[in-house]
T-cell receptor, first 113, second 110 residues
């Protein structure tokens, strides 16, 4: 079974630009969650989508948004990029039961200059 | 709000020794996960613990859960260099988000 895939793997943007990251979950998984990982703040939850609906949301500004498609693939968008948005963005998928393990993708390393 | 604390934050140990990483959480949880992360890589799932007294073992790693004390431990037996990584615990309840601990950076010295 193929794992969680994320594209692109690396991205360099400048302040003020916007960016879209993509995540394809493990086949059959309907839940996709996004996390931001930085050395200073650690792993922080952004949001979770389940069957195209946002189920949970973390404490991030409205510049961070996401969506999920009918095939469970998910995208997250960050508008008006700031230097502090530089991070590893991780996507995780799991099955329909909330106790299922979350499996993480390789991440997208975003650098904002 | 659920808070998760791990200690120690950094751990340097010699090969062949035993040690334990601790994970404390602040409110009721119905599941706890342990993950491993190698530098520059993603998170690899190690264990999921669902009930009080749960114990799981894989190779030199053993995880346990005490829900009354809100404490999980990850015990390393006879450490080898390949176990060098950062280890995270993560806790959740119901459909709430997964909250991660700060991570423990483990370095095994030959």
């Amino acid at each position: 079974k193929a794992g969680v895939t994320q594209t692109p793997r690396y991205l360099i943007k400048t302040r003020g630009q916007q960016v879209t990251l993509s995540c394809s979950p493990i086949s059959g998984h309907r839940s996709v969650s996004w996390y931001q990982q930085t050395p200073g703040q650690g792993l922080q939850f952004l949001f979770e989508y389940f069957s195209e609906t946002q189920r949970n949301k973390g404490n991030f500004p409205g510049r961070f948004s996401g969506r999920q498609f009918s095939n469970s693939r998910s995208e997250m968008n960050v508008s008006t990029l700031e230097l502090g948005d530089s991070a590893l963005y991780l996507c995780a998928s799991r099955g329909g039961n909330y106790k299922d393990t979350q499996y993480f993708g390789p991440g997208t390393r975003l650098t904002v200059l | 709000e659920l808070k998760v604390e791990q200690n120690p934050l950094f751990l340097s140990m010699q090969e062949g020794k035993n040690y334990t990483i601790y994970c404390n959480y602040s409110t009721t949880s119905d599941r706890l996960y342990w993950y491993r992360q190698d530098p520059g890589k993603s998170l690899e799932s190690l264990f999921v613990l669902l009930s009080n007294g749960a114990v799981k073992q894989e190779g030199r790693l053993m995880a346990s859960l005490d829900t009354k004390a809100r404490l999980s431990t990850l015990h390393i037996t006879a450490a080898v260099h390949d176990l060098s990584a950062t280890y995270f615990c993560a806790v959740s309840f119901g459909n709430e988000k997964l909250t991660f601990g700060t991570g423990t950076r483990l370095t095994i010295i030959p």
